[in-house]
């Protein structure tokens, strides 16, 4: 079963499928060009405390998304799939 959540929501290591970003032109350009589009599929690294930066892993490339911005991005993540935080390949 699928589940549709934030990215600030995700659990370290979880893998998901951005479905919706949530904001204007600009920012979903900005994001565009850092390989955070719709439909790319990406891994959360690590996630700051005190409402910090997330870094995600998209394709090849790790990248730090504030936190405003992670909470406009929808993801989609499968339930009670196994975390597995030193795989790549999921």
Same mark, same amino acid.
């Given at each position: 079963?699928?589940?549709?959540?934030?990215?600030?929501?995700?659990?370290?290591?979880?893998?998901?499928?951005?479905?919706?970003?949530?904001?204007?032109?600009?920012?979903?350009?900005?994001? $565009?060009?850092?390989?955070?589009?719709?439909?790319?599929?990406?891994?959360?690294?690590?996630?700051?405390?005190?409402?910090?930066?997330?870094?995600?892993?998209?394709?090849?490339?790790?990248?730090?998304?504030?936190?405003?911005?992670?909470?406009?991005?929808?993801? $989609?993540?499968? $339930?009670?799939?196994?975390?597995?935080?030193?795989?790549?390949?999921?």
């Amino acid at each position: 079963m699928w589940k549709r959540i934030f990215l600030v929501q995700m659990e370290i290591g979880e893998r998901g499928r951005i479905i919706e970003i949530q904001g204007g032109a600009r920012m979903s350009l900005r994001l $565009e060009n850092l390989g955070i589009r719709v439909g790319e599929e990406i891994k959360k690294i690590s996630q700051q405390a005190m409402r910090g930066p997330a870094v995600v892993e998209a394709g090849k490339s790790q990248v730090a998304i504030g936190f405003g911005i992670a909470s406009r991005i929808l993801v $989609e993540v499968e $339930e009670g799939k196994e975390i597995n935080e030193n795989s790549s390949n999921g």
